[in-house]
């Protein structure tokens, strides 16, 4: 029986180290620990870890009885070469990893240069999967991802799709599908028709307003369900007009985080107030308070920091408030969204315009040059853990471009590194969270609720909230 499902993402590298999300979502590769579905971390190919009273070496004891799809065991050895290979890549460099060894045949010690909280979070993430020496050649390249999962690679087509097979030894419950189909399929009207028309099995992130119409067709059936997943303004904090709070504090008061969701997410998802949603995770600071929709109170932040209203359009020493919002369409309800926040910028006297590009140029551009407001996506627990704020705000590691600096937030992130304690842990990364809703370098707008269609007679499927893996070994139809 041969199962196949689409989503947007292209199948554009064999290597985990640049694709290992992607091979992880299909069960080809394991990591040595796992998100739950209350998005908590369990075990993987470790069964159990401790940290060493050093509070910088980690024990991990694996699985016994497991073995890669070539017929080799999984060793304390193949998982050092594995986690050697990811973290001495550029992808992983940051994370301070001071070695990787085998303690005996079935026991691995990670050692951190300082206390790092965050590890076991961090072996969740595909990049992380352990795959045999058999997947490297000579020259170190992947030729094939060789894993431990309940589907083994088959055979690709570059930028289209992957073709796996079932593991008869996988060491969990053996699939229930004999070959599996993985088709990149960018276009969310194309996915939804190929699913109807029978060309796929499961289509996957279809914008909301297909919810009806697949419920509505006698062969199909929809899932809904909340993923950590945030669309959320960034601002240029280093430029004008947004390197004055008051003027981003003054965007959000602008906006109505509920008329969101009733009007372009058809009430699928919730209004955000900070970066974690709160029903997901016990890292949300359930403290934070949302910022009301008040024009007036906008217009008055506005004035208050020099810009006054001139025939509609606010103006300071003669100079326009004209801004750009930057976004892309691969996420389908990201240009309709930046649209009603024109308008309601508009409002309260923003000339805003939208432009669209492709999410690598707003990156670049973004990153070498001034703007106004980029309108993204993405999500906020990539990987379990909190540290993840830092990828956002820390002034030198952020990956999002805001440009903002804060010596407070900075010492609070690295704090929270190297506290191990959860209690210490969640009081830090609350105060990284109240005054980031201060100083809103990034303004939360909306959660995800993600749409996935299948045929009527595809039964066993559980949405994972963090879509770490899709668990298609759990499929039948």
Do not use: C
């Amino acid at each position: 029986m041969t199962f196949r499902v689409g989503s947007p993402w292209t199948p554009d590298a064999l290597d985990p180290i640049i694709n290992g999300w992607l091979w992880r979502r299909i069960s080809v590769i394991e990591p040595l620990l796992t998100v739950d579905y209350d998005t908590s971390i369990t075990a993987g190919l470790a069964t159990s870890w401790e940290l060493a009273d050093d509070g910088e070496t980690w024990r991990f004891d694996l699985r016994e009885g497991v073995e890669f799809h070539d017929g080799t065991p999984l060793t304390a050895d193949a998982v050092v070469f594995s986690l050697k290979r990811a973290f001495d890549s550029n992808a992983l460099a940051a994370l301070p990893i001071e070695s990787v060894s085998a303690l005996d045949e079935q026991t691995v010690s990670i050692t951190t240069d300082g206390p790092f909280a965050p590890l076991p979070a961090h072996l969740t993430r595909g990049r992380t999967s352990i795959i045999a020496s058999s997947s490297v050649n000579s020259d170190g390249d992947v030729t094939k991802p060789v894993g431990t999962g309940p589907f083994q690679f088959a055979s690709w087509e570059p930028g289209m799709s992957i073709t796996a097979t079932a593991n008869g030894d996988y060491h969990g419950p053996s699939p229930k599908i004999d070959r599996l189909v993985y088709e990149g399929v960018a276009d969310s009207q194309t996915r939804r028709l190929k699913l109807q028309n029978d060309e796929l099995d499961m289509a996957r992130i279809l914008p909301n307003h297909t919810v009806e119409q697949i419920q509505q067709t006698e062969n199909l059936k929809a899932y809904t369900y909340e993923i950590p997943r945030s669309r959320y303004l960034v601002f240029d904090t280093t430029s004008e007009p947004f390197d004055d709070r008051r003027v981003r504090q003054a965007v959000m008061h602008a906006i109505d985080g509920q008329a969101l969701v009733e009007s372009i997410l058809e009430g699928l998802g919730s209004a955000a107030t900070g970066p974690f949603p709160p029903e997901m995770t016990s890292w949300a600071n359930d403290d934070l308070e949302p910022y009301e929709y008040a024009p007036e109170k906008a217009g008055e932040l506005l004035t208050e920091a020099g810009w006054r209203m001139v025939d509609g359009t606010r103006q300071r020493d003669g100079v326009p408030l004209d801004v750009d919002i930057w976004t892309y369409e691969s996420r389908p309800l990201l240009s309709p969204l930046a649209q009603v926040l024109q308008a309601k910028l508009g409002e309260v006297g923003f000339d805003v315009s939208i432009l669209t590009m492709e999410p690598a140029t707003i990156r670049e551009r973004a990153n070498s040059e001034a703007f106004g407001m980029v309108l993204w996506s993405n999500s906020v627990l990539w990987y379990p853990d909190p540290d993840r704020l830092t990828d956002f705000v820390h002034s030198s590691e952020a990956t999002m471009f805001s440009g903002y600096e804060n010596p407070e937030v900075d010492a609070l992130l690295e704090q929270g590194r190297r506290t191990p304690k959860y209690e210490e842990r969640k009081q830090i990364y609350d105060d990284v969270q109240a005054i980031l809703q201060r100083d809103v370098p990034i303004g939360w707008l909306t959660y995800y609720t993600n749409v996935v269609g299948t045929r009527a007679d595809v039964t066993g499927y559980r949405p994972h909230p963090t879509e770490a893996s899709y668990h298609l070994e759990t499929v039948n139809k």
